[in-house]
């Protein structure tokens, strides 16, 4: 089955801001030689992340960037289609930094995880049980602390993590609001993942429909943005609440920082927290994770979008489109029909 | 020994931001009556606090405003000059709430505690021994959980409160950097109170010093001033850094909130955590405090300088010349030569 050719998209040159497609470049390969004890992997399905435009940035940053004429770094699934090493068989489903290619010569130590989940679809294993969903349930429940009959709000709800912050919140037993761009989210929000409330922060009236939302304050806000929409949030926060930064989807660049409101002052009247992480630092949190998160999934609890581009060729604009907002739920590449 | 007047400061009017001598007045009053089983306390010492400033604001805070015309709030450490009360007798040490005046009668409840250190100067009650020291201890290892190696910054270091946490934190094996105005009070924190180093940051080179003393990064951040003091001491923040904030003292006026960098990203890369507190909340820490605390004065390792002015006549003007920087150390005024 295995093909001779290996498509790969490089980093070409690396950008200001949002990486596009222009950043990045296709090209065919050979085929890397199996050697020593390493394992041959052919990617099923890529992801597309936020974090991305984070990777490939030379700023100082929590991972190395990706150097520019290198494989693009990402998250991938993938069956094994060779191994020389004992603990993977030809068959294995696995998931690891594998990058925007189709195949993949890897040491044992850069795959990630066996995915053992096998009655559940593969892509799973890079959205709700992948890397998007043990975010949500480390920031959620280990930082934010939610307590029953809070109210929980959360940014880019409609997302691969705030859809799934919002849906265990709700599990939780707390009140749970998303925040997201235009009504076709919020109502997913709302119909599809059972948030109490969702606001869109394109409208003009954001502030006052917040409000509205969030009458008995903020006790977790879970910021996957940061900018003017956290700013509004901020101004809801409940004596004793909790800010989890997870993200800064908002800001375009940080070089210089941007300016805003300074939130000293809240946080101390409202003795409030802010804290953020990186869900790489927590490796011993996935398997508690992963149960909770395929339980809810067989049983229904916890739901789920794809947004699904079809060919690696889709690969090299798929991170400005998540900056747009032109995606409904986890952004993939599909590589094969398996 | 009780005199017939009761000299009182009352809240003349309130003031948009820094309470002025303009904003009270001082009036003389008849002792009030001792009735139900009240307490009659005679103030030795009265305090002068920055977040005095809070409590005369009309803008939400964490306690209600003092009313226009009303004797301004203040700790006090007094004398029990008479009592209807079973648990306090003539002549017992007390501290509580008792105001900008001579004379109070007070319910049990006012009463904060009795004064047991009675080996150590009375005065020690509102400060080292009192809301200070209590502040400085809560914050700095409840809050900020100082490690042994890890560098501790503190802002406002010479003062009452500033000046603990640096001392606190030597004590527990840190390295301590103090940041004040003016080489007098960096002298302090270097020369009597042992701090490590400490920076001025009315020097022009004030962020290249900063830099240079915190060479291994911040690893706590005990904060009593916010603005660009603060936004200088975040670009040093180490991977998994505490910052606690327990004063915004360099911020004249927070309605609306002045603007500056914003911090998330700083927050996210580094894993790092902001917290506000308002040690009324933690009653429950005074004993630990204070055991710990009076220990530490009784070993000559704990070591405070006191500001002491003379006669309520002083005390209009008193909070302006602590957010001018006039002091050295706790601002008290004394009411008798006892």
């Known amino acids: 089955m295995t093909a001779t050719v290996n498509r790969q998209v490089l980093l070409k040159s690396r950008p200001e801001g949002i990486p596009e497609s222009r950043h990045f470049q296709i090209v065919e390969s050979a085929l890397p030689t199996l050697v020593g004890n390493r394992v041959l992997v052919r990617n099923l399905y890529l992801s ?57 010569v890897v040491e044992a130590e850069a795959i990630r995880r066996k995915v053992t989940e096998t009655d559940l679809p593969p892509s799973t294993a890079l959205g709700v049980l992948g890397i998007n969903g043990v975010t ?34 709700k599990l939780k037993g707390c009140r749970a609001v998303g925040i ?24 003009p009236d954001f502030a006052q429909q917040l409000a509205a ?26 004596i004793g609440a909790r800010v989890v930064i997870c993200g800064t989807a908002s800001v375009a660049s940080w070089d210089p920082p941007p300016q805003g409101p300074r939130i000293e002052r809240h946080l101390l009247v409202k003795r409030a927290r802010i804290e953020g992480f990186v869900i790489f630092d927590h490796p011993e ?54």
């Open 48 to 104: 597309v992340e936020p974090a991305m435009r984070g990777w490939v940035s030379a700023v100082k940053n929590y991972s190395d960037p990706v150097p520019v004429g290198g494989v693009m770094r990402s998250f991938a699934v993938a069956r094994v289609e060779a191994s020389r090493h004992p603990d993977y068989r030809v068959g294995d489903l696995v998931t690891g930094l594998f990058g925007w290619q189709d195949y993949a």
């Open 136 to 169: 949500a349930h480390y920031g959620l429940l280990e930082i934010g602390q939610p307590r029953p009959g809070e109210t929980v709000v959360v940014s880019t709800a409609a997302g691969a993590v705030g859809s799934c912050v919002g849906q265990i919140a």
């Open 180 to 203: 997201a761009g235009g009504p076709q989210k919020t109502q997913l929000c709302t119909q599809s993942f059972g948030f109490d409330a969702a606001v869109d922060y394109k409208t």
């Open 213 to 238: 939302a969030c009458g008995g304050g903020v006790d977790v806000y879970f910021d996957n943005t940061a900018g003017p929409v956290s700013d509004a949030v901020h101004e809801h926060l409940n």
């Open 285 to 338: 949190h996935e398997d508690v994770a992963l149960h909770d998160l395929a339980g809810w999934l067989r049983s229904g609890q916890l739901r789920y979008l794809e947004d699904v581009l079809d060919g690696i060729d889709q690969a090299p604009g798929a991170i400005a489109g998540l900056y747009r907002g032109d995606n409904l739920g986890k952004r993939l590449i599909r590589l094969t029909r398996e």
